[in-house]
Nanobody, 120 residues
Framework: QLQASGGGLVQAGNPLTLSCAVSGLRFSDWPMGWFRQVPGKEREFVARINRNGGDIDYASSVKGRFTISRDNAKGLMLLRMNSLKPADTAVYYC???????????????WGEGTQVTVSS
């Protein structure tokens, strides 16, 4: 199971950190990532991190503002979101994926989402 937490209401420009705790999977064996979804729109890729944290990728919309990280000893993944914008308002989902693609249709495991609301 993947459980995301840390969402909430935040003013634009302020930071927020999301966490994803993993159970039932050997955390260190899985590349991890984040997607987000706005009502009425498709889930979109946000960020991913490989098993040892040495390979990271971000969506262009969040690059330079968001930082993904992981602690394999604790089985925990984080998403540090800085300089938040109202456009970042969405439900954020943590995912585990061994596939070669990071399309929403091919993700191996999804967690429950956590709502992030950014007020202007």
């Amino acid at each position: 199971q993947l459980q995301a937490s840390g969402g909430g209401l935040v003013q634009a420009g302020n930071p927020l950190t999301l966490s994803c705790a993993v159970s039932g999977l050997r955390f260190s064996d899985w590349p991890m990532g984040w997607f987000r979804q706005v009502p009425g729109k498709e889930r979109e890729f946000v960020a991913r991190i490989n098993r040892n944290g040495g390979d990271i990728d971000y969506a262009s919309s969040v690059k330079g503002r968001f930082t993904i990280s992981r602690d394999n000893a604790k089985g925990l993944m984080l998403l540090r979101m800085n300089s938040l914008k109202p456009a970042d308002t969405a439900v954020y989902y943590c995912v585990a994926n061994r596939g070669s693609t990071w399309h929403r249709a091919t993700i191996d495991y999804w967690g429950e989402g956590t709502q992030v609301t950014v007020s202007s």
